[in-house]
Every structure is written in C-alpha cells, then in structure tokens.
C-alpha cells in the first residue's frame, strides 16, 4: 500500500481540476483575500498560530519525508481537505519555480489598528512604499524577533499576506499583528490617533541611531528601495534618525535597516533578556 492509499487521499491529476484555478487565483490577488502557503514550514507555522487552513495539496515525493506525512496527518485531524496531486498539478498550483512538495489556502486577514498598542510602551515599524514582497517579508520576521508590536504596510507597499512576503516572513505574520493601509494619509493619521511619535529612517541626518530615544511609544517609518521616504512624508515625522555607516556605503537594504532600529529600541528598553515574552540574547 503506498503512503497515499494509508492516508487516504482525495487525488488530482489533471491542471483543467477547478481548485488548481483557486489557487492560481489566491496566487495572484491583489491585495490577497486568501493567503497561499508554500512550502510545509509555512502551512505548520500557520497551524500553530491558529490560523484556519481550508485546504492543502501535497505530491506523492512530498511523502516520502517523515515531516510532511505528520503535517499530513495534522491537516486531517483538523478536518482540513488534503489533496494528492501529480508533480506537475502541484507546480501549477504553486507559485514557485521551484515548488516545495505542499501547498495550502488559509484565512488571514488584515490587524485592527488597536492590536498595534495592545503593549505600552508599543513599538510599530511602517514600511512605506517597499515593493519587494521578499524585503517586506523579512522585515515583519526583524519586527517580530526585536519585539515590536507590529507592522503597517502602506503606500505602494507589496502585500504582506501575499505568498511571497509571507514566506519572507516565515510565520511571524501569522503571530504579529499587520495592518495593510493604502492611504498614507490615513496611516499617519491612525498613528498619531494611537499616541505614536513618527520617527523617520533617513540616509543621512543629525540625530544617530543610537542618541534616538526609542523607549517612548514610536512608530518606525522605513522607506522603499532605493528612493526612500519622500519629501511629504518626512514633513510628518515628529523626528528623524539616522544609522552610521562607513562611506562609500550609503543605504541598507530596508530589512537590515529595520533589523538595526527595531533591535536597538529593543536594546533601549531593556527587553532582552528581562522581558519573558522574549528568548534571552547569549
């Protein structure tokens, strides 16, 4: 009997089947309305963090692994729809080059503005206008690791819950709250409305990261790749900082940037190793 038949699997082997077209759908919405998982770190980090997974996909390869037939299993004590696909059902269902083995649809939705505070003093990083999901990804991954309170996408910003951000992230999104915000008109506003003082990443300025005081309520606004926060909203920043570097280098890339502000406020406020939330820094 093959690991499929002890599983007892529902099986697609034609890419014409109407749920391959859902999830090359979910794949490609804009912003995203049903999150796709690639990959099964992804879609166990999900079922971890209670998010309610309606339905997977595996192939036959896939298990083969010890992990992926427990992840298997998991899904269907969950009364989650697992589907066996063909190799070549799977990579039409995935939108990868290179799919993982096991893909899923999950419902994920955009944070209420409050969740954003749930702690004082909170600490809120805004990605303003950052366009590559992978960076945006890896960002609310830095947000969660330094303890900030969550992340605001806004302007042009990519999709956080979009496949790739969420796989940049690797499950942090599922467990940090993330508010998705066109308007950054609106999103200043709501910051403000929260007590938040608005303190801008710049490439060069006066005030160094490390003379910032980060230990009040602050909302941490990063720019996009390569142009940065524009003119109008650096006018709203309540203040400015600036991280050091060594010329001819003039900019980070917004993750690492991010990784430096969130862990130093971290550093400032004392969270590691004093706060339990969080896992001691050796």
């Known amino acids: 009997m093959s690991r499929a038949s002890a599983l007892r699997l529902e099986t697609i082997i034609s890419r014409r089947n109407t749920l391959v077209a859902t999830f090359r759908r979910a794949a490609a919405a804009r912003p995203a309305t049903v999150a796709l998982l690639d990959g099964s770190r992804l879609v166990e980090e999900a079922l971890s963090a209670g998010v309610t997974v309606d339905v997977a996909a595996c192939s036959e390869r896939s298990l083969e692994r010890d992990e992926e037939r427990a992840l298997v299993g998991e899904l269907q004590s969950r009364g989650v729809r697992v589907i066996l696909a063909t190799e070549e059902v799977l990579r039409a269902m995935s939108p990868s080059t290179t799919p993982s083995g096991v893909v899923a649809l999950a419902r994920v939705e955009s944070a209420g503005w409050q969740a954003l505070t749930s702690r004082s003093p909170a600490l809120v990083v805004v990605a303003v206008s950052v366009q590559d999901p992978g960076n945006l990804g890896a960002l609310v991954r830095v947000a969660e690791g330094g303890g900030a309170d969550g992340v605001v996408a806004s302007g042009d910003t990519a999709d956080p819950l979009g496949w790739k951000a969420l796989r940049g992230a690797m499950g942090s999104a599922f467990r940090l709250p993330v508010v998705r915000e066109r308007s950054i008109e609106r999103t200043v506003d709501m910051l403000r409305r929260l007590g938040l003082r608005l303190v801008a990443a710049i490439p060069r300025g006066q005030t160094m990261l490390s003379a910032c005081d980060l230990t009040r309520p602050t909302a941490v606004l990063l720019?996009?790749?390569?142009?940065?926060?524009?003119?109008?909203?650096?006018?709203?920043?309540?203040?400015?900082?600036?991280?050091?570097?060594?010329?001819?280098?003039?900019?980070?890339?917004?993750?690492?940037?991010?990784?430096?502000?969130?862990?130093e406020a971290a550093r400032q406020r004392g969270y590691f190793p004093h706060d339990p939330r969080l896992t001691a820094v050796p």
């Open 223 to 263: 720019g996009g790749e390569g142009r940065g926060l524009d003119a109008a909203m650096l006018g709203k920043a309540d203040e400015t900082l600036t991280i050091p570097m060594r010329p001819p280098v003039e900019s980070l890339n917004v993750a690492v940037a991010g990784a430096l502000i969130v862990f």
